[in-house]
T-cell receptor
Framework: GQNIDQPTEMTATEGAIVQINCTYQ??????LFWYQQHAGEAPTFLSY??LDGLEEKGRFSSFLSRSKGYSYLLLKELQMKDSASYLC??????????WGAGTKLIIKP | DSGVTQTPKHLITATGQRVTLRCSPR?????VYWYQQSLDQGLQFLIQ???????AKGNILERFSAQQFPDLHSELNLSSLELGDSALYFC????FGDGGELFFGEGSRLTVL
């Protein structure tokens, strides 16, 4: 079957760095997406990786290793507004998105 | 603002009833996706349409149905509602039907009493 694993919840301190991991087992691979979702709001796109390596976008970076079936989202200089759920999604061989359950990130002052 | 419009934003109804949720995709987007999100749960994929045709089906109950119209707006019909159907229902759109970057509407919050 297809499976995506993310930690359920993480806590970090304002100003610090946090890494949210995502491991996947899917039928094929055509890219991995990270979305941010504040409570009660719509998910919004953060990043896309299809090749191995690191993609940097401001305070957020996303890494992919296809051979390991692994990705992480790195958030630097954490701000209170970064408190949200972070969703990992993999596009499989049929170009269908398989979603993880999301990681709830709690930022403490 | 993602450009995806969903109505209604909130809906309260009783068990056994039927409701229709509406979604207008971003201008130019051909594909529409419907997701269900129960409280503190992940996104559950229901169904996808591309240019009026059903493209993929997820764990959509038989009591639920959807369609995409020629003007590309979509409707999700939920019937014989149960308490467990209470959730946020999101519509998302993308340019093509290849699961690329999705733009989500603000959701329709359904409460079944």
């Amino acid at each position: 079957g297809q499976n995506i694993d993310q930690p359920t919840e993480m806590t970090a301190t304002e100003g610090a760095i946090v890494q949210i991991n995502c491991t996947y087992q899917t039928s094929g691979f055509n890219g991995l997406f990270w979305y941010q979702q504040h409570a009660g709001e719509a998910p919004t796109f953060l990043s896309y990786n299809v090749l191995d390596g690191l993609e940097e976008k401001g305070r957020f970076s996303s890494f992919l290793s296809r051979s390991k079936g692994y990705s992480y989202l790195l958030l630097k200089e954490l701000q209170m507004k970064d408190s949200a759920s972070y969703l990992c999604a993999v596009r499989d061989s049929n170009y269908q998105l398989i979603w993880g359950a999301g990681t709830k990130l709690i930022i403490k002052p | 603002d993602s450009g995806v419009t969903q109505t209604p934003k909130h809906l309260i109804t009783a068990t056994g009833q039927r409701v229709t949720l509406r979604c207008s995709p971003r201008s130019g987007d051909l594909s529409v996706y419907w997701y269900q999100q129960s409280l503190d749960q992940g996104l559950q994929f229901l169904i996808q349409y591309y240019n009026g045709e059903e493209r993929a089906k997820g764990n959509i109950l038989e009591r639920f149905s959807a369609q995409q119209f020629p003007d590309l707006h979509s409707e999700l019909n939920l019937s014989s509602l149960e308490l467990g159907d209470s959730a946020l229902y999101f519509c998302a759109s993308s340019v093509f039907g290849d699961g690329g970057e999705l733009f989500f509407g603000e959701g329709s919050r359904l409460t079944v009493l």
